[in-house]
C-alpha cells in the first residue's frame, strides 16, 4: 500500500517507519521535500521517500493528515481531488459546537473517506505498540466499510487491535477521549494504552 504521510513530526514519523518496516510504501510529505528533517525520515524508513504535498496526494491509496488539529482543514483546502482516497485524520480539534475535527475534514475534502484514528493516545504509546512492548486497542470511527477494512490493516501494523465504534459521527467521542489521555497521562505516564475487552 503506498501511504502519504503529510507531517513530518513524531507522529507521522512513528507511525510511517512503523508502516515502511511492514512493506508499506511511504512518501514523507512536505512543502518542502528536502528539508532535513523529513530527508532523515525517509532515509531511516525502509522504502520510503520525501514528496510535496501535491506528489504524495496524487500518487498515495491513503494519506495521513498528522499535523496540528488547528490547521488541518486549511491544508485539506489547499489540495484538489479527495475522490476515492482514504484520509486517516489523528487530529484533535473540537468546534465550539461541539463537533468534530474529522468532520470538517471531510466537509473540506469531498468525496474522501475519511477515517478518524490514532488520536487517542500519545506518541509516546503508539511507539510502545509499534515496537513490540504492548498491545492496546485503536479506536477508529468512520462511514466507508473498505476505508474502515484498510485502516484497521494499519493499526494492526503498529501492534495495536482496531475497534470501529461507529461512523464519522463518533469521531466527537474519540476527540473528548484524547482529552481523558491527557489528563491521566499526568499520574500514569504517557506510554499508557486504552486496552477494550468485549
Given at each position: 500500500?503506498r501511504i502519504g504521510?503529510?507531517?513530518?513530526?513524531?507522529?507521522?514519523?512513528?507511525?510511517?517507519q512503523?508502516?515502511g518496516?511492514?512493506?508499506?510504501e511511504?512518501?514523507?510529505?512536505?512543502?518542502?521535500?528536502?528539508?532535513?528533517?523529513v530527508?532523515?525520515?525517509?532515509?531511516a524508513?525502509?522504502?520510503?521517500r520525501t514528496?510535496?504535498?501535491?506528489?504524495?496526494?496524487?500518487?498515495?491509496?491513503?494519506l495521513?493528515?498528522?499535523v496540528p488539529?488547528n490547521v488541518a482543514e486549511?491544508?485539506?483546502?489547499t489540495l484538489?481531488?479527495?475522490?476515492?482516497k482514504?484520509?486517516i485524520d489523528?487530529?484533535n480539534h473540537?468546534a465550539?459546537d461541539?463537533?468534530?475535527n474529522a468532520e470538517?475534514?471531510?466537509?473540506?475534502?469531498?468525496?474522501?473517506r475519511?477515517?478518524?484514528?490514532?488520536?487517542?493516545m500519545?506518541v509516546?504509546?503508539?511507539e510502545?505498540?509499534?515496537t513490540?512492548n504492548a498491545?492496546?486497542?485503536?479506536?477508529?470511527a468512520?462511514?466507508d466499510?473498505e476505508?474502515?477494512?484498510?485502516v484497521?490493516?494499519?493499526?494492526n501494523?503498529?501492534?495495536l487491535?482496531p475497534?470501529?465504534?461507529?461512523?464519522?459521527a463518533m469521531a466527537t467521542?474519540l476527540e473528548?477521549l484524547?482529552s481523558?489521555?491527557i489528563?491521566?497521562s499526568?499520574?500514569?505516564?504517557r506510554r499508557?494504552?486504552w486496552d477494550v475487552?468485549r
Amino acid at each position: 500500500m503506498r501511504i502519504g504521510v503529510i507531517g513530518s513530526g513524531r507522529l507521522g514519523g512513528t507511525l510511517g517507519q512503523a508502516w515502511g518496516a511492514m512493506d508499506h510504501e511511504v512518501l514523507f510529505a512536505s512543502r518542502d521535500p528536502t528539508q532535513g528533517s523529513v530527508v532523515d525520515l525517509a532515509v531511516a524508513t525502509r522504502g520510503a521517500r520525501t514528496a510535496t504535498l501535491e506528489e504524495a496526494h496524487a500518487a498515495s491509496d491513503v494519506l495521513l493528515l498528522a499535523v496540528p488539529g488547528n490547521v488541518a482543514e486549511m491544508l485539506v483546502r489547499t489540495l484538489d481531488g479527495w475522490t476515492g482516497k482514504v484520509l486517516i485524520d489523528p487530529t484533535n480539534h473540537l468546534a465550539p459546537d461541539g463537533s468534530s475535527n474529522a468532520e470538517a475534514i471531510q466537509r473540506a475534502a469531498p468525496g474522501a473517506r475519511v477515517v478518524k484514528a490514532f488520536n487517542v493516545m500519545g506518541v509516546e504509546a503508539l511507539e510502545r505498540a509499534a515496537t513490540g512492548n504492548a498491545t492496546g486497542t485503536m479506536p477508529i470511527a468512520g462511514n466507508d466499510d473498505e476505508a474502515i477494512a484498510i485502516v484497521s490493516r494499519l493499526v494492526n501494523d503498529v501492534g495495536l487491535t482496531p475497534l470501529h465504534v461507529g461512523g464519522l459521527a463518533m469521531a466527537t467521542s474519540l476527540e473528548q477521549l484524547s482529552s481523558v489521555w491527557i489528563a491521566w497521562s499526568r499520574t500514569l505516564g504517557r506510554r499508557f494504552l486504552w486496552d477494550v475487552v468485549r
